[in-house]
């Protein structure tokens, strides 16, 4: 039995989903005409499977970097705790807008022959990096692409 709660992902039954897809986490209006839409980029299948951490930290850091440079609708890029995906939290960038930048930007990742701001200056853990790591799941993600949008098993 699980106790329910006010975190949108915790009401989710990880055991229903079909990784890898996009899905919209969440949509807040803050009452001025702006939305904030949060989208869940799932990778990996939950509790099967996951990516290591410096795999996780590179594409965060590469698409922190690469997303910025097809929208200014980017608030943050994240990882999810549980190592099995991402958090995108937008400016109210909708769904199929959402998939062309996300796409550019994976591919920005395949040809990238480094990981930006992988350094002590610029990063809490500057050596915690794997530029091969993070190329070989988003491959593997950008494969998947015709299965983005079926969420559900
Ligand atoms: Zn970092």
Redesign the pocket.
Known sequence: MTKRSNVESFELDHRLVAAPYVRVAGRQDLGDGTEIIKYDLRFCQPNEEHLDMPTV?SI??MMANFMRNYTDKLIGFAPMGCQTGFYAITNGLEQDELIEVLTKSLGDILTATEVP??NVT?????A?HSLEGAQAAVRDYLAHKDEWLEVMR
């Not at 610029?122 to 500057?126: A, I, L, T």
């Open positions: 930290h965060e850091h701001a992988a610029q990063c809490g853990w500057g915690n």
